[in-house]
């Protein structure tokens, strides 16, 4: 059988416009249109094509270059200067235009603010095209590496240990300075030690400013690189980084909000996340839910007070554990006499308040019952007698949990991987993004909107097509 073989020196015609490098249904034509749609006065970017001074890029352009390299992988500003020059859809993309990598940076750099409003108005055109009904929001939270390393964040213990061994190399360094001055006169070894110890001066001076930031932002640990990067744990291990958060709507997936906290868990982001969701869509959901990491119950309760149906199972429930002979369950309270009554019919009376713990103490009066209970031992070792701490929101709690075990509420969170959890699989999978390049909450705020929008975009094509979206998004 035959080859194909080809030839490097065969003449062609390319297109003469540039309009022809690509197809009418190639998906570009949509990223493009989906940019031409955007509110720019609502981002905050000006659009002054009578602007005095130097010209520069046309906003437009370069938001397009952002939008679409960042739904193909190419967030880098090296890699987009690339395109620009070698990929027809991006040379389409641009009309031609080739900015390099610099002003590319710089214009990411500069609309931090702007780019953080594209998703909301991304949700606003699902919700004109009626893609988004806002009745059922899941929430999720994924790691994200930052754009630091692990070995710049300081604790106050490894500031005071590396301070110390400062001190000692300086002092040993002044000693055997003061012996090379009587000694060895203008050799080299003196010129090394003065550079030495101009360097350890220089680390000391960095460790103290550090320490600084650590008292004064009170917190345990602090990144020299990234000041507003944490330090998270994932299946990588432990590295600085971020939490970045999504709501999805349970219709097409779609997502309808995007943040990233300084937080290393989700403990504390349940209501607020759905608070955001919310002014994005313009209304009141019916069911927020999410996993066992929300399972916070002051935050629940917000939810749960402005009438949404909570869908969060507590850590028990998640890991499925059963219900051991003499946990608090097997208590029973009395509401009206604010008190427990134990297996064996003796009652715990309210004894104290925990501020730090937001619970209240239940502790049997008379603590030689307990001591001569049959179960004395199992149901507790404490010589006091048994105690029960309840929460504040108590009564929430135990109702949150009787509504997560009904069928309603079972079939709605066996939706929640494949409606919120996707959208983080495409992100760090297909678009290669795990880490931010970006530093600081403004900057990861703002690539997060970004990624979050490129999914939005490519379910929208998946779900319309490329012509049909583009015909809608124009009418």
Not at 337 to 351: F, I, R, V
Request: glycine share 6%; hydrophobic share 35%.
């Amino acid at each position: 059988m035959a080859y194909r073989y080809g030839d490097r020196q065969q003449t062609q015609m390319f297109p003469q416009s540039i309009d022809d490098y690509v197809d009418k249904d190639d998906s570009v034509r949509a990223y493009s249109v989906f940019v031409d749609t955007l509110d720019f006065k609502e981002l905050g970017i000006d659009l002054d094509p009578d602007k005095v001074g130097n010209p520069e890029y046309d906003p437009r352009a370069m938001l397009k270059l952002l939008v679409y390299g960042y739904s193909r992988g190419h967030r880098s500003s090296r890699k987009l200067e690339r395109a620009v020059h070698y990929d027809l859809s991006f040379i389409w993309l641009m009309g031609g235009l080739r900015p390099d990598f610099h002003t590319i940076a710089r214009f990411r750099s500069d609309n931090k603010d702007a780019l953080k409003k594209v998703l909301k108005q991304s949700v606003l055109m699902c919700l004109k095209l009626d893609l988004v009904e806002g009745n059922t929001l899941f929430v999720d939270g994924s790691k994200f590496r930052a754009d630091a390393s692990i070995n710049q964040t300081w604790t106050q213990e490894r500031c005071e240990k590396a301070l110390k061994k400062a001190d000692v190399r300086i002092d040993e360094i002044l000693a055997e300075s003061e012996r090379a001055d009587k000694e060895e006169q203008g050799r080299p070894s003196m010129s090394r030690l003065k550079e030495e110890l101009k360097d350890k001066r220089a680390l000391k001076a960095k460790i103290e400013a550090v320490q600084k930031e650590i008292r004064t932002r009170k917190v345990d640990s602090f990144n020299a690189t990234d000041p507003e990067c944490v330090k998270v744990k994932g299946r990588q291990g432990t590295h600085a980084g971020y939490n970045a958060q999504i709501v999805a709507d349970e219709k097409h997936g779609l997502i309808v909000s995007s943040d990233v906290v300084n937080e290393s868990n989700d403990i504390n982001q349940f209501a607020n996340q759905m608070k955001q969701a919310q002014e994005n869509i313009g209304k009141k959901c019916e069911v927020s839910c999410g996993d066992a990491g929300y399972a916070n119950t002051n935050e629940l309760k917000k939810a749960d007070d402005q009438g949404q149906k909570v869908i969060v199972p507590s850590q028990k429930q998640a890991r499925n554990m059963p219900a051991k002979e003499f946990e608090k369950s097997q208590f029973q309270y009395d509401a009206d006499k604010d008190c427990y009554t134990c297996p064996q019919g003796n009652l715990l009376s309210y004894s104290s308040f925990n501020k730090d713990k937001q619970h209240r103490i239940y502790q049997i009066k008379i603590s030689s019952l307990c001591i001569a209970c049959p179960h004395f031992g199992i149901c507790t070792k404490d010589k006091d007698g048994r105690r029960i701490r309840r929460l504040e929101n108590e009564a929430t709690k135990l109702k949150l949990e009787a509504q997560y075990k009904t069928p309603e509420s079972q079939a709605v969170y066996k939706l929640r991987k494949e409606k919120v959890e996707l959208p983080f699989g495409h992100i760090k999978r297909n678009l290669g993004a795990g880490a931010f390049l970006l530093r600081g909450l403004a900057g990861v705020n703002a690539e997060m909107s970004l990624l979050t929008s490129c999914f939005n975009i490519a379910r929208m094509i998946g779900i319309l097509g490329v012509a049909s979206l583009i015909a809608q998004l124009k009418g």
